[in-house]
T-cell receptor
């Protein structure tokens, strides 16, 4: 596809379960970002990957959150032992290369609901 | 931590009215981006402003970056129902590669 693809679009799970969220960035984009957005709010930075460099994990809220990017393309965000406060929309974005002036292209997000 | 404050948080206006959304910080940003987000979708980039004092126009939307690169505004002329959405400003830190997002302004334009 031409844009950033995220799956699943919706995920409902019970408290304590692990979840995996997937992001397919735009082909050729070297930078990939994960954000969390609570209802009607701004975006909270979680982590970003740039090429083969070590990811910037400074935004991950706890050690229950982790992410990886395989082969410089697809990324998965994993949340272990989910809590109700993890409920939010998780957005992925990619950009052609790293740089503050680069436009970020967003997917439509995964809406995560923890019961 | 650099913070961006957006105001107002919520704006409900009639079609044809003008409005301005503000994005303010005490920190300097190397550039600032404005995004628009509709329900169930990801944000879409509207514009990037880079130079202090820069003004960019996109049809009925006018974006301005403050001279000191600490603030920005978005002005919409003759708002239309299609302008309804969440408007987000995002500042690029002078050092590093992350964007700092404001909390957003929810705009509702009634016909």
């Amino acid at each position: 596809g031409a844009g950033v693809s995220q799956s699943p679009s919706n995920k409902v799970t019970e408290k304590g379960k692990d979840v995996e969220l997937r992001c397919d960035p735009i082909s050729g984009h070297t930078a990939l970002y994960w954000y969390r957005q609570s209802l009607g709010q701004g975006l909270e930075f979680l982590i970003y990957f740039q090429g083969n460099s070590a990811p910037d994990k400074s935004g991950l809220p706890s050690d229950r959150f982790s992410a990886e990017r395989t082969g410089g393309s697809v990324s998965t965000l994993t949340i272990q032992r989910t809590q109700q406060e993890d409920s939010a929309v998780y957005l992925c974005a990619s950009s052609p290369r790293v740089g503050q002036d680069q436009p970020q292209h967003f997917g439509d997000g995964t809406r995560l609901s923890i019961l | 931590t650099q913070l961006l404050e957006q105001s107002p948080q919520f704006l409900s206006i009639q079609e044809g009215e003008n409005l301005t959304v503000y994005c303010n910080s005490s920190s300097v940003f190397s550039s600032l981006q404005w995004y628009r987000q509709e329900p169930g979708e990801g944000p879409v980039l509207l514009v990037t402003v880079v130079t202090g004092g820069e003004v960019k126009k996109l049809k009925r939307l006018t974006f301005q970056f403050g001279d000191a690169r600490k603030d920005s505004s978005l002005h919409i002329t003759a708002a239309q129902p299609g302008d309804t959405g969440l408007y987000l400003c995002a500042g690029a830190q002078e050092y590093g590669n992350k964007l700092v997002f404001g909390a957003g302004t929810i705009l509702r334009v009634k016909s």
